[in-house]
């Protein structure tokens, strides 16, 4: 099973060696001379005024967790997918049951507004 | 392949409370704005359906189905039933509570029902995979419920105590079972008592696996030196959601301690056993101290709680299927007590005020003296003072303790129990003889809370004078 | 060594490195990026223990959706730096013994004595067109049935308790909704009224104030 991963791991390799190559030869490469006023951080040639950092709204986070509920119930799916001609009926049934129970969540939210951002 | 399908016809009341919660969760958000109350009563028709259905269902034979993840046997039936009895009495305490502080939502009954479920999970649990599933079910609903009244941030602070305590309770028992099932080679209840009984599991794997299984199960227990979580979680939670978590959740855990050291590991009995004996030394001993010094009433009750933890854990001690008997009949006790004296505190407390000092009760007895006789009779039981049901816990589990050679054990928790005595008559003391802040009658804040408050106390005393009935049924579904 | 032991250790070395880094590091976002980096490596040794279908799992659900949902919530935080920062010298000696403690536990009890290859035999090796999905598949949706519908019931409590939790809508004088069924709903006669009227003739345009300028 493993030498099917084979290639995979070629390609993670080169991947990553296209990736970090380039990097670390402008790394050792290019001319680096660097002084206070070259390091120092500035907006549109001021001084920054505040820190960069902001809270963000909550409404970003109540998405994401939706997302990876639904996210996860899609990686239920692969197997069953896979396997649903020898599972038979039963199995079809139940992932019936399953989707009928994130269907009503799935209700729910919508009917609670989350879906909507304002 | 060669799979049979499953018989669904054990698992019934599960499957009707799942399709009533979902009902009712996508029903709500069109009563919500109409109907106020549809909700509370749905919720509460729900509880007495599927109690109706166990009860009628109930047989004492043990039917295990889902290839071994579910069994329903007489022990499970009445977990499940008290669990349903002492829920139908959280939310009615609650309704009013929740409206005077302003956070009355749909969301808290339907959550509390999808607990409720997570909790009979647990109570059927036969397979480590389904027993974790329920426990994250449970705990999860729970988090959300602590948190919901997003304002206070007493309330979110102890929402985030619980939950990161929680999560670190439900890795070290995963860490546990993931051990086990190592030494094993099976995630099922019986095939791993069998596996341990012939000898072929790893004893160092095992032992370490009992251990951290006791620390996880000791987290959800709230016993010491696992119990930090406990007192803060009741203080900061809204009251009604404290009653639900010191209540059912505690039968629920009793039932997966029962399910995975006894029903599971017999065959570790001197291990897990010393872990225990130490665990309930400590909760009673501290429990007690602690609760000595407190000012505030939920508080008190939680440390109260952890020394009844101790006294719980005196009858798994014993290890004998009376001294479980006894154990379960002490939660069961124990379950409907906390029902009654968180209840107190929501039958009294107002709108923007919590009755939860002691000093609040300070000469309840001119201001209302029924309520008053009604918490001198949970006081009296908690203390365990005869003939309130609270005194046969502690004898059974005494008497239990003691006919497995642990006198010294016995000792301690008498002591205890005389020490803790202390606290529960000082309140009973500021009750009677202390003078009140105000002369002003002090009804309970809904007709339904009083009879509600009284129906819970008054089953104290009636079940103290005949102590049998539910002897019979902790003892018959154990032993049968 | 074999090659697939060498896999096994880079991957293994990757791993172990990039959680020390994402407990160390300063910044959170930093953290979480060291966490996937963990994550990528974790599920590369699963799928040397032949576990494919976890491995792949792993990468789409926790380094693609979870990692997401941490930078929200590292976002949403506001942290400051500073103060994350104060006692972790202070608190290191307690941590890297802890550390050390669990670590030798560990290897007492998940070690060769109780799980070397001696004890529980070489691993079954499947051949390269053995599935493991497949077995997963076969499992989850028969004989587990009832732990998976559990799942479902997990994720439905993790849906009410989000929203719960979260939303909260402003009132209506604040923000405008829109809404749908109004809108599809509505007719022509709702938004347009023909209204009989008597002619009116105009006065005419005074011109006054035009001559003035």
Same mark, same amino acid.
């Given at each position: 099973m493993l030498e099917n991963y084979l290639p995979i791991l070629v390609f993670v390799v080169l991947g990553v060696l296209f990736g970090v190559g380039p990097l670390l030869m402008s790394f050792v490469l290019a001319p680096n001379k660097p002084d206070a006023e070259k390091n120092s951080p500035y907006e549109c040639g001021f001084e920054p005024f505040e820190d960069s950092r902001m809270k963000f709204d909550v409404r970003f986070y109540l998405v994401a967790i939706l997302f990876i509920i639904f996210d996860l119930e899609i990686a239920f799916l692969f197997p069953w997918a896979i396997v649903l001609d020898e599972i038979g009926l039963f199995g079809l049934l139940s992932m019936a049951v399953f989707l009928s129970l994130l269907v009503v969540g799935f209700i729910y939210e919508w009917r609670k507004g989350a879906l909507e951002w304002e | 392949m060669n799979f049979v399908i499953p018989d669904f016809t054990p698992a019934v009341p599960e499957m009707v409370l799942l399709a009533l919660a979902s009902f009712i969760l996508i029903a709500d958000t069109f009563w919500s704005e109409r109907y106020k109350y549809a909700t509370y009563y749905a919720t509460q028709a729900s509880l007495v359906i599927?109690?109706?259905? $166990?009860?009628?269902?109930?047989?004492?034979?043990?039917?295990?189905?889902?290839?071994?993840?579910?069994?329903?046997?007489?022990?499970?039936?009445?977990?499940?039933?008290?669990?349903?009895?002492?829920?139908?009495?959280? @939310?009615?305490?609650?309704?009013?509570?929740?409206?005077?502080?302003?956070?009355?939502?749909?969301?808290?009954?339907?959550?509390?029902?999808?607990?409720?479920?997570?909790?009979?999970?647990?109570?059927?649990? =036969?397979? @480590? $995979?389904?027993?974790?599933?329920?426990?994250?079910?449970?705990?999860?609903?729970?988090?959300?419920?602590?948190?919901?009244?997003?304002?206070?941030?007493?309330?979110?602070?102890?929402?985030?105590? =619980?939950?990161?305590? /929680?999560?670190?309770?439900? /890795?070290?028992?995963? =860490?546990?079972?993931?051990?086990?099932?190592?030494?094993? /080679?099976?995630?099922?209840?019986?095939?791993?008592?069998?596996?341990?009984?012939?000898?072929?599991?790893?004893?160092?794997?095992?032992a370490f696996g009992v251990v951290f299984i006791v620390i996880g199960l000791g987290f959800k227990l709230g016993a010491v030196p696992f119990h930090m979580w406990v007192p803060d979680v009741y203080d900061g939670a809204p009251t009604a959601v404290t009653l639900f978590i010191a209540a059912a959740p505690k039968i629920a855990a009793f039932a997966i301690v029962y399910r995975l050291l006894v029903d599971g590991m017999p065959g570790l009995v001197v291990d897990w056993q010393q872990l225990l004996i130490i665990m309930a030394i400590l909760s009673m001993v501290i429990g007690t101290v602690i609760a000595l010094a407190q000012t505030n009433f939920k508080r008190l009750l939680a440390y109260s709680g952890i020394a009844h933890i101790g006294f719980l854990l005196l009858g798994f001690i014993a290890a004998t299927p009376e001294g479980y008997s006894a154990a379960m009949f002490y939660v069961l006790v124990y379950a409907i007590t906390s029902v009654a004296a968180f209840?107190?505190?929501?039958?009294?407390?107002?709108?923007?005020?919590?009755?939860?000092?002691?000093?609040?009760?300070?000469?309840?007895?001119?201001?209302?003296?029924?309520?008053?006789?009604?918490?001198?009779? $949970?006081? @009296?039981?908690?203390a365990g003072v005869p003939p309130f049901i609270g005194f046969y816990a502690k004898l059974v589990v005494l008497e239990e303790v003691i006919a497995a050679g642990f006198t010294w054990l016995a000792i301690i928790g008498v002591v205890t129990a005389i020490a803790g005595a202390f606290y529960y008559l000082r309140v009973i003391k500021v009750m009677y003889f202390d003078a009140p802040e105000q002369d002003t009658p002090l009804p309970a804040s809904t007709r339904e809370l009083s009879v509600g408050v009284s129906v819970y106390s008054l089953s104290l005393l009636v079940l103290g004078i005949m102590p049998a009935w539910l002897m019979a049924v902790a003892y018959n579904s154990l032993l049968m | 060594m074999t090659f697939e032991q060498l896999i096994f250790y880079?991957?293994?070395?990757?791993?172990?490195?990039?959680? &020390?880094?994402?407990?160390?590091?300063?910044?959170? %976002?930093?953290?979480?990026?060291?966490?996937?980096?963990?994550?990528?490596?974790?599920?590369?040794?699963?799928?040397?223990? +032949?576990?494919?279908?976890?491995?792949?799992?792993?990468? &789409? %659900?926790?380094?693609?959706?979870?990692?997401?949902?941490?930078?929200?919530?590292?976002?949403?935080?506001?942290?400051?730096?500073?103060? &994350?920062?104060?006692?972790?010298?202070?608190?290191?000696?307690?941590g890297v013994l802890a550390a050390l403690g669990i670590f030798a536990l560990m290897y007492m009890v998940l070690g060769p004595n109780n799980f070397g290859m001696d004890v529980t035999g070489e691993p079954v090796r499947f051949d390269a067109n053995h599935s493991n999905t497949t077995m997963i598949g076969l499992a989850l949706y028969t004989v587990h049935v009832y732990a998976f519908i559990l799942a479902a019931v997990l994720l439905l409590v993790g849906? %009410?308790?989000?929203?719960?939790?979260?939303?909260?809508?402003?009132?209506?004088?604040?923000? *405008?909704?829109?809404?749908?069924?109004?809108?599809? *709903?509505? +007719?022509?006669?709702?938004?347009f009224e023909m209204i009989k009227m008597q002619p009116v003739k105009e006065k005419p345009v005074e011109n006054k104030k035009e001559e003035d300028e």
């Open positions: - | 599927v109690g109706l259905l $166990i009860l009628f269902s109930f047989t004492s034979e043990t039917a295990v189905t889902f290839n071994e993840s579910f069994v329903r046997d007489a022990f499970a039936d009445v977990l499940k039933l008290f669990i349903i009895l002492v829920s139908i009495g959280v @939310f009615l305490f609650s309704k009013e509570y929740l409206q005077n502080h302003d956070f009355y939502k749909g969301e808290f009954f339907t959550l509390g029902l999808f607990a409720i479920l997570g909790m009979f999970v647990m109570v059927s649990a =036969y397979n @480590f $995979i389904t027993l974790f599933v329920g426990l994250e079910i449970m705990s999860l609903a729970m988090y959300a419920m602590i948190a919901m009244q997003r304002d206070s941030a007493k309330a979110t602070e102890a929402a985030m105590k =619980y939950f990161v305590l /929680g999560a670190l309770a439900t /890795g070290l028992l995963l =860490y546990g079972l993931s051990m086990i099932y190592g030494a094993t /080679g099976t995630l099922t209840i019986p095939e791993v008592k069998a596996v341990i009984e012939a000898g072929k599991a790893n004893s160092t794997v095992l209840g107190m505190i929501l039958a009294l407390g107002r709108k923007g005020m919590e009755f939860d000092q002691i000093k609040d009760f300070a000469g309840l007895n001119k201001r209302n003296p029924w309520l008053a006789a009604m918490m001198l009779i $949970i006081m @009296f039981s908690m | 880079i991957l293994a070395a990757i791993a172990v490195i990039s959680s &020390l880094m994402m407990i160390s590091v300063n910044n959170p %976002v930093k953290a979480a990026l060291w966490l996937v980096l963990a994550f990528i490596a974790t599920a590369g040794v699963w799928i040397t223990a +032949q576990a494919e279908f976890l491995g792949i799992v792993l990468i &789409l %659900v926790y380094a693609g959706a979870v990692m997401v949902l941490f930078l929200f919530v590292v976002m949403m935080l506001d942290i400051n730096l500073v103060k &994350l920062k104060e006692g972790f010298i202070r608190y290191l000696p307690i849906i %009410v308790a989000a929203i719960a939790l979260t939303i909260r809508r402003r009132p209506p004088h604040e923000v *405008k909704y829109q809404n749908i069924d109004k809108q599809v *709903k509505t +007719q022509a006669r709702d938004r």
